[in-house]
């Protein structure tokens, strides 16, 4: 009886020091967890109820259609060609910028004098915008005052109808974005390198292991966690493009640069399609979350083995 | 023997530097050609071939620039933006971050992985209800509506909390015992403590403020409160016979980030090494 009470006691004790270390907290989360509130969860929420209905022009809720955006989605020409051009994009840039970080946070790890300069160079983009990016490229592009066209002629190359041909576009997309990813993947994949120890090059040196050997057999084996998140965090960016297209070529010619969000930002602002258009988000929320799911678990996988 | 192994290393050196200058010039080619162009005169721009190197220094088309489209306003609004969102979220980020590092309570790992999955949800598959929402409190053309969705930041917030946690545990058991209240440690200790990191946080805010481009596109539509990086592409719509003054407007809008890339490099680095999930 007497040990019941003392358990009794105890408990409400406990759970009076819950309610005490809780009140405490919840002011210092509350600020984030509203805002994520008003501005992440409900719209998630909103959105997929939104995928379901029909709309009217100011994007009122009128007429439920159940999963009729999912399925225009997946046998419409125009989303599935969108889904394609994405891809496409991804194929285009990613492995680019992957390679080309790789090229140039390598350069840029060697112990030669000057190189500091060289790695503030090779880093300069992670400060340019996705759309002063596009202009400046919009420029080089051009078929007569842009530079592009005319170093080319120096090697003998015809010009490039590089933003109106439908097989140029999505390069002359991807181009800009492949400058700036190069920029981010060079600091990232340099921090990763600079973060190994000099004892294992030494002793590299001292079993007579060459430039190429070192890197081969030390560098890059240790550079991979930080090439993983490069190559997810790079692949995101690119299903998530948008400033690029929106500016370089608003999706033309014929739908051929018409990648997911374009086509996202088309069918709600310019259509008023708010349903068709947050069935479509949905979508693209589903891959990236995929993508997310595969990071974390082969991160995990990376963890439990060191 | 040994000569040649000096040689040979100066030939090294010297192919070394050949290709870390072949990759500095790739680099910068684009923005050193859009400076260059941007202080050509109308006819030099025009006649063939393009110019590779500064030929002419027309100061007059940062002035056209400047008075053909409102880029100071623009500049203000984007600075006004970058800076609301960047002192909020170092306010916001700085209180949840305390509350995951020092206090215990129940379902904390529940809100941690609350705060992780915001990481996780990519901005456009929100972005339609929150347009109708900001629509429909008409906050659009407002600073508000630019602020507000990105006032808290999970990023932020565990970059804060590591920072917070490297810091041992005795000085705020000591605090207590001395009785300094929660917000007092925070705000008089913490803080000032965590400067490296804040410091980390508000660089990269800013920047990722400034350099928005989808959702200051959806919620402004009075050129009064269009932001740098909308502002720039209309000016290239309007202006599409004038690339000179375009460019000009373009390396303008582009000037504060590079100032910001020089000055705080290393904070700019650490933020994005970090962890640039939401890229």
């Known amino acids: 009886m007497e040990k019941e009470l003392t358990l009794q006691k105890n408990t409400t004790k406990q759970l009076w020091r819950d309610v005490k270390n809780w009140l405490q907290a919840i002011p210092f989360l509350a600020p984030s967890i509203i805002i994520f509130a008003i501005f992440v969860f409900i719209p998630l929420i909103r959105s997929i109820v939104l995928s379901l209905y029909g709309t009217n022009p100011i994007g009122q809720m009128t007429n439920f259609v159940g999963f009729k955006y999912y399925v225009r989605f997946f046998t419409s020409d125009t989303f599935l060609n969108s889904l394609s051009v994405t891809l496409k994009f991804v194929l285009l840039t990613v492995p680019a910028v992957i390679i080309a970080g790789l090229i140039l946070s390598t350069l840029a790890n060697i112990n030669i004098r000057g190189n500091s300069i060289f790695r503030l160079l090779f880093s300069l983009t992670i400060s340019i915008s996705g759309a002063t990016a596009a202009l400046l490229f919009m420029f080089l592009y051009h078929p007569i005052l842009g530079q592009f066209n005319y170093l080319l002629s120096l090697i003998g190359i015809p010009p490039i109808p590089w933003l109106i041909d439908v097989k140029w576009a999505l390069i002359a997309v991807a181009i800009p974005r492949i400058w700036l990813g190069t920029g981010f993947a060079t600091v990232l994949l340099l921090a990763g390198m600079q973060g190994i120890s000099e004892e294992y090059y030494e002793a590299a040196k001292i079993d007579g292991a060459g430039f190429w050997q070192s890197w081969r057999h030390i560098t890059f084996p240790l550079i991979t966690p930080s090439l993983f998140f490069l190559l997810v965090v790079t692949t995101l960016g690119a299903f998530q493009t948008f400033t690029e297209v929106n500016v370089l070529t608003g999706g033309g010619p014929v739908n051929s640069t018409d990648v997911i969000v374009q086509e996202i930002f088309r069918s709600f602002y310019f259509n008023g399609q708010y349903g068709l258009a947050s069935a479509e988000a949905l979508i693209l929320f589903v891959i990236i979350l995929a993508l997310t799911v595969i990071q974390f678990t082969v991160l995990e996988k990376r963890v439990n083995y060191e | ?279």
């Open chain 2, 1 to 279: 023997m040994i000569q040649s192994t000096r040689s040979f290393k100066i030939i090294g050196n010297l192919f070394l530097y050949l290709l870390l200058i072949i990759g500095a010039i790739v680099m910068i080619f684009p923005l050193y050609t859009g400076i260059v162009t941007s202080f050509l005169g109308p006819d030099t721009i025009s006649s063939y071939p393009p110019k590779l190197f500064p030929v002419e220094f027309r100061w007059q088309n940062y002035i056209d620039a400047m008075n053909q489209a409102p880029l100071l306003r623009f500049i203000l609004n984007s600075f006004i933006q970058s800076g609301g969102v960047m002192i909020l979220q170092l306010i916001t980020a700085s209180l949840a971050a305390f509350a995951f590092a020092y206090k215990p309570f129940k379902g904390k790992n529940l809100i941690f992985i609350l705060f992780l999955s915001t990481m996780m949800i990519p901005w456009e598959s929100t972005i339609i209800p929150n347009y109708l929402f900001i629509q429909k409190i008409g906050w659009d053309d407002t600073y508000m509506g630019l602020i507000a969705p990105f006032i808290a930041t999970a990023f932020g917030t565990f970059l804060l909390r590591q920072f917070f946690m490297s810091i041992p545990k005795d000085l705020y058991d000591a605090a207590k015992i001395d009785g300094c209240s929660d917000v007092r440690f925070l705000v008089n200790i913490l803080i000032p403590l965590a400067r490296p990191a804040l410091g980390t946080l508000a660089v990269y805010s800013f920047l990722q403020t400034y350099n928005q481009y989808l959702w200051p596109l959806l919620i402004t539509n009075n050129t009064n409160m269009r932001t740098v990086q909308i502002g720039i592409t209309m000016l290239q719509v309007f202006e599409r016979e004038q690339w000179q003054v375009v460019l000009a407007g373009v390396v303008t809008v582009m000037l504060p980030t590079l100032i910001l890339f020089f000055v705080a490099n290393r904070q700019l680095i650490r933020g994005l090494t970090a962890g640039a999930i939401k890229g």
